[in-house]
């Protein structure tokens, strides 16, 4: 996995995925495939991809905060987060550079350490404040052209766990993800 780096990104952004230490996330187009169903009365239901679910899982474990950062309000994506031991979490942030502030505003990161995954406009003034920037493979075109990295996958099919994959990579900690579920399981 790691050697898959050489051939998918340059030496520059490898480098800057070596100092993540934040991955923040839009939700909705991201996390989600952007669809919303509605049942009956306020019933609002989103479908998650286990695989990012794995992938924060991992961030976490291997020393990578995951954030959500995102402009509609839902206590789905309040259970989804605290599902995944995600605490920093800003929604109904329209405005997502004043919740970027809010969320680095305890000084434990600066912008040269966060990563940022959106895919729509509005996502765009945290695309270029962030060290490092991706979208999923259907995001606007606007987006596609402005960030560093475009998934090969769409949003909520797996973009997040490709780039929690890349940095987690870059960051030389796939040894430990081996070591640990698959040298481990073996012994």
């Known amino acids: 996995m790691d050697d898959e780096l050489d ?20 939700v ?11 049942g ?71 912008l040269s350490e966060m990563a940022y995954i959106g895919d729509d406009v509005l996502d765009l003034a945290v695309i270029r404040r962030a060290a490092f920037s991706a979208c999923p493979a259907d995001a606007h075109p606007l987006v596609r052209e402005r960030v560093d990295y475009v998934c090969e996958h769409r949003g909520g099919s797996g973009a997040v766990r490709e780039v929690i994959d890349l940095i987690l990579a870059a960051q030389g900690k796939w040894r430990l993800v081996l070591e640990q579920y698959w040298e481990d399981a073996h012994a």
Request: aromatic residues 6%; without cysteine; positive net charge.
């Open 7 to 26: 051939t998918r990104l340059d030496a520059g952004l490898r480098e800057r995925l070596r100092r993540v230490r934040l991955l923040l996330l839009d």
């Open 28 to 38: 909705d187009g991201v996390l989600t495939d952007g669809g919303l169903f509605y």
């Open 40 to 110: 009956s009365g306020d019933a609002e239901m989103k479908r998650f991809d286990v695989k990012d679910g794995a992938g924060m899982f991992l961030a976490g474990k291997f020393g990578l905060e995951v954030g959500l950062l995102t402009g509609k309000s839902s206590s789905i994506v309040a259970k989804r987060a605290q599902e995944l031991g995600i605490t920093r979490v800003v929604q109904g942030a329209l405005d997502k550079v004043p919740a970027l502030e809010t969320i680095l505003g305890d000084g434990r990161y600066s």
